[in-house]
């Protein structure tokens, strides 16, 4: 169980790696977007700080935060960043630039605006769809890789059944399956690769005749060892089943021989009387 939690968590893992990789050249484009963004709102709060800074009657309080926030353009810059990622209050900076004039204020709220409900979903846009994508493309090429080994498997059973099939009559017998997988290794290598070896010859036909015709068609082989492939407990599984249905098969025509026989009594029965 830890080991499928693994393989399950690298999985993920190597999705998301994808993901960034593949999405670099947009997530590009919106950084330099979100920096041209940065830019341009930092030099309108920066001009609004200086300008308040050299009117005559200022606030102390106001000053202080412009002093704090606004002393240079990195610290500036760095400010912008920190109220859209949970670094800073963005009422506070909001409310100071309101004192200095209500035109800053309005524009640091269309700065939140844009950067809160724009931006950082577009970025975050960009990582969700192409990993949708990544996902989607991964399931229809695991399809794809299972209907291409399918396909190979199809073949490859029909290949066994002709190399079965000694005297060309279209069938095999028991004997005939026994034989070549003792006679021919190859034939055995086949049969360990598709994970059929794990009862022997006998069983795997008695498995694969559910008519009890003593014979099996190439239809009945190819498609009857298509549904055993896969780990051995499968194959038990479909042993059991086959088992069911054989037992039911014997019952249900033993049970029209009685009711023949009991029909057959009673119109004695009939005719006697």
């Not at 059973?157 to 034989?179: A, M, N, P, Q, Y």
């Not at 051995?232 to 029209?256: F, G, W, Y």
Request: proline share 2%; glycine share 6%.
């Amino acid at each position: 169980r830890s080991l499928v939690r693994v393989l399950r968590f690298s999985r993920n893992l190597r999705i998301m790696v994808q993901s960034v990789m593949n999405a670099f050249w947009p997530l590009l484009w919106a950084l330099v977007f979100l920096l041209i963004v940065l830019y341009v709102f930092v030099v309108m709060s920066l001009e609004g700080a200086v300008w308040y800074s050299t009117e005559g009657a200022v606030e102390e309080w106001t000053m202080a935060s412009i002093q704090k926030h606004f002393n240079s353009f990195p610290v500036a810059l760095l400010t912008h960043f920190a109220v859209v990622s949970g670094g800073a209050n963005w009422w506070d900076l909001w409310y100071m630039l309101q004192k200095i004039d209500a035109p800053y204020g309005f524009v640091f709220a269309i700065y939140i605006l844009i950067m809160v409900l724009i931006i950082l979903n577009v970025i975050t846009g960009i990582f969700v769809n192409d990993a949708v994508e990544m996902s989607q493309a991964k399931k229809e090429h695991a399809i794809q890789a299972s209907k291409e080994r399918r396909d190979a498997l199809f073949v490859n059973l029909r290949e066994i059944f002709h190399k079965c099939d000694s005297d060309g009559s279209g069938s095999i017998s028991k004997g005939e399956l026994r034989t070549f997988m003792k006679e021919k290794p190859d034939l055995v290598n086949c049969f360990t690769d598709l994970d059929l070896d794990g009862f022997g010859a006998a069983a795997l036909f008695d498995i694969l005749d559910i008519n009890e015709s003593g014979t099996l068609e190439i239809e009945e082989f190819v498609m009857g060892c298509m549904r055993l492939t896969g780990p051995v407990k499968m194959m038990e599984l479909a042993q059991a089943v086959n088992n069911n249905k054989k037992i039911l098969h014997v019952s249900l025509r033993r049970i029209k021989d009685i009711h023949s026989q009991m029909a057959y009594l009673v119109r004695q029965l009939q005719t006697s009387a």
